[in-house]
């Protein structure tokens, strides 16, 4: 499974960015995907997940009510859409897939979302 993300960039606080992530290979079927972030000169820390059905979704709580993500399971996709962003939400943004819901194996290269004061 290869994973690619994409949608990263330069945003003001406030404002809006959706990352996708584009999955390659059968085994996206039935795979919970995730999104996680790692800020410069911190550890790699959870953002958000979903099950296969797409029925059940988790939060980090520094992103809930702000960030939503999901997926489309006809074009192997997830996608995270982050509304008012701040400056702490700056980092290098990776998706990954799993067997279920907190497992994870497989990750893709990140994309870089820098949010600006």
């Known amino acids: 499974v290869q994973l690619q993300a ?9 404002g ?10 059968r085994t996206f079927r039935g795979s919970a995907m995730g999104w996680f972030r790692q800020a410069p000169g911190q550890e790699r820390e959870f953002v958000a ?3 296969w059905s797409g029925f059940d979704k988790h939060y980090a709580d ?5 960030f939503a993500i999901s997926r489309d399971n006809a074009k192997n996709t997830v996608s995270l859409q982050m509304n008012s962003l701040k400056p ?4 290098v943004y990776y998706c990954a897939r799993g067997p279920f ?3 994870y194996d ?12």
């Open 62 to 66: 520094s992103v809930k009510g702000r």
């Open 88 to 91: 702490e939400d700056t980092a």
């Open 101 to 103: 819901l907190g497992s």
């Open 49 to 51: 997940a979903v099950s």
């Open 6 to 14: 994409s949608g990263g960039g330069l945003v003001q606080a406030g």
């Open 16 to 25: 809006s960015l959706r990352l996708s992530c584009a999955a390659s290979g």
């Open 106 to 117: 497989t990750w893709g290269q990140g994309t870089l979302v820098t949010v600006s004061s």
